[in-house]
């Protein structure tokens, strides 16, 4: 080999449209009569620790000496730059094996029943994990190959390899082979199409097991994670945004920071940020995140965030100026108790929020009107003052006044005022006990005209607690005692209420609030709250407890319970005391258990 000349190889072997560059050399030394690649490459003066990356100028010798073009045998050559074409697309250097060989041992058994085996190109890329001829793991030789004769020491029995499941390599593979289609990983380069699909696999990963990771495991290379990320990314935006978003909504209580739960997303698109054919990719995530998780505006994301869409409860509170705990009832309507979720849409909390920020409680209206909780109640009981139905939240009742309705009631008291009557004599509405009169009858009185001399205290804004009155007046026009009707002797107080019926206080508050037992007030000039004795009579007549039907049966209230729901009957009421658990007399009598 001392006068070698490359003018004078003897023998000139085609390359294969799918092979490696580096298996080409080598098949070019071995027909040509040398006994490995690094000999021949030492002749031809080339480094041999750079055959899988060539200089130009060195594959244009290759080329010279087997009137090969350059641009065929560069095809699937690695390329010295950061991001190199291989094959149809382009991949990054540092994802291609340029120590040594990747390859399948069952193609090179069947290649060389056929004459020629040959390393292909695709197998160097190791975003691509098996042989999608064979579905067998590709192998790695570390640079054994450099002194081979021939690639036989690599090839294999094809039958021992297991299939395994591989949509993302056979993707991959075809990038690498042909031309991209329309499709919309083909949009992008096939480096960022794979890791792209890692990342959406790591993401789902994460809504399995309901916990995110910061890091992708084994990196973008994980071909598990990519696999089933590309099942995913195939079908486009639409799909990436509905896994994305279940993995957020599983996810989102277990980071300690909403970004947390992008953490991966964040570091690639650090790591990527100067390379522009990923931007509509970040621009998709950024989108995402800032319809997933809460952001102020200016914060900075991958790029800085223009408007606020997503609250956390107590952003919540703040924009709609409600206390947190208003805003976790009214989005527990919504949602469901418990089921809030960390992070709030605008659209899915602006119009209950608004609602409910249009409404105030009734210790709220009480505030509002200047006047105390037990007042509010009268208010409403004698409809002076509206409430919207009631609204059950976690075994208590709330009752809510219009903010229009509160701000109706002070104009109206407005009207009557004479800001110009001395104050000399007159008392406020605190003052009322004194002579036995509530306050909510006063107010009736001066809403009907019976009262002219009414005045303000200071000229302040007008409230109940602000306002003066002429108990002289207030007397005039007060109609004289009379004895009770005998339907008011007929009512009894509440407390004496549970003692005939044998509940506690807290049943017995629960029947009043379901509206089993209707309450009226004692008598017309109290306001306090009784019950009648006839509606008690009723009841005993129409309700059981589960109790008496144990005691009935010699069985435990379990067993009562457990009988009736096997025929379908439930417990109009249910409280936290399993013996007081109700039913309707019809409805055991229909279901034959009486």
């Not at 580096?22 to 690094?38: D, H, I, K, P």
């Not at 991958?302 to 107590?314: E, G, M, N, Q």
Request: proline share 6%; charged share 25%.
């Amino acid at each position: 080999m001392r006068h070698f000349s490359p003018d004078r190889l003897p023998k000139r072997p085609e390359i294969f449209p799918d092979e490696a560059f580096v298996s080409y050399l080598s098949r070019l030394a071995w027909e040509n009569g040398f006994e490995n690649v690094g000999q021949f490459c030492s002749l031809l003066r080339i480094p041999l620790v750079n055959t899988l990356h060539l200089r130009p100028a060195d594959i244009e010798r290759v080329g010279m000496m087997t009137e090969i073009p350059s641009s065929v045998l560069n095809r699937f050559a690695v390329k010295p730059t950061t991001i190199g074409a291989l094959g149809h697309d382009d991949v990054k250097r540092s994802q291609v094996q340029t120590t040594g060989l990747r390859y399948c041992s069952a193609c090179l058994a069947d290649d060389a029943k056929q004459g020629t085996p040959r390393i292909r190109g695709v197998w160097q890329w190791r975003m691509i994990a098996h042989c999608t001829e064979h579905g067998c793991l590709l192998q790695t030789d570390k640079g054994g190959y450099m002194q081979l004769s021939n690639f036989m020491a690599f090839s294999g029995d094809p039958t021992s390899h297991e299939p395994k499941p591989m949509d993302a390599d056979r993707y991959f593979t075809d990038r690498l082979l042909r031309p991209r289609d329309n499709a919309f990983l083909d949009q992008y380069p096939a480096y960022i199409a794979a890791e792209l699909c890692t990342l959406i696999g790591h993401f789902e990963e994460g809504l399995k097991t309901g916990k995110p990771n910061f890091r992708i495991p084994d990196g973008y290379e994980n071909f598990d994670l990519r696999n089933d990320g590309y099942k995913v990314a195939q079908h486009g935006v639409d799909a990436i945004h509905e896994l994305m978003t279940a993995y957020v909504n599983k996810c989102q209580k277990a980071v300690r920071t909403a970004a947390g739960l992008y953490a991966p997303v964040l570091r690639w698109a650090k790591k990527n940020s100067g390379n522009e054919a990923y931007h509509p990719l970040f621009r998709l995530m950024q989108d995402h995140a800032e319809e997933s998780i809460p952001f102020e505006p200016g914060a900075v994301f991958i790029w800085p965030v223009k408007a606020k869409k997503i609250y956390t409860l107590a952003a919540a509170a703040s924009a709609y100026n409600l206390p947190e705990e208003r805003v976790t009832r009214t989005l527990e309507w919504k949602f469901g108790v418990g089921n809030v979720p960390r992070f709030l849409k605008y659209a899915d909390i602006h119009d209950a929020l608004l609602d409910t920020n249009s409404s105030v409680s009734t210790s709220e209206a009480a505030a509002m009107l200047g006047c105390g909780s037990k007042v509010c109640d009268d208010l409403i009981r004698e409809g002076i003052l509206e409430v919207k139905a009631n609204r059950n939240y976690n075994g208590r009742v709330y009752r809510l006044v219009h903010k229009d309705d509160i701000a109706a009631l002070i104009t109206k008291i407005s009207d009557f005022i004479d800001p110009d009557l001395p104050p000399l004599g007159l008392v406020g509405l605190d003052a009322m006990k004194q002579y036995r009169i509530r306050v909510v009858q006063v107010l009736k009185f001066a809403f009907e005209g019976k009262l002219s001399r009414i005045s303000v205290k200071h000229a302040e804004q007008p409230k109940l607690d602000t306002l003066l009155f002429d108990p002289t007046e207030i007397a005039s026009v007060r109609p004289a005692p009379t004895q009770a009707p005998r339907d008011e002797r007929e009512i009894m107080t509440i407390m004496a209420a549970g003692r005939v019926l044998g509940v506690k206080k807290f049943t017995l508050a629960k029947l009043i609030e379901s509206g089993i037992i209707p309450v009226v007030p004692m008598n017309s000039e109290s306001g306090k709250p009784g019950v009648r004795k006839a509606d008690l009579d009723g009841f005993r007549q129409d309700y059981t407890y589960a109790r008496d039907l144990a005691d009935h049966r010699k069985i435990t209230v379990a067993e009562v319970a457990s009988a009736l729901a096997a025929k379908a009957v439930s417990p109009v009421l249910k409280t936290r005391f399993d013996t007081h658990r109700l039913y309707k007399n019809s409805d055991l009598v229909e279901a034959g258990y009486h």
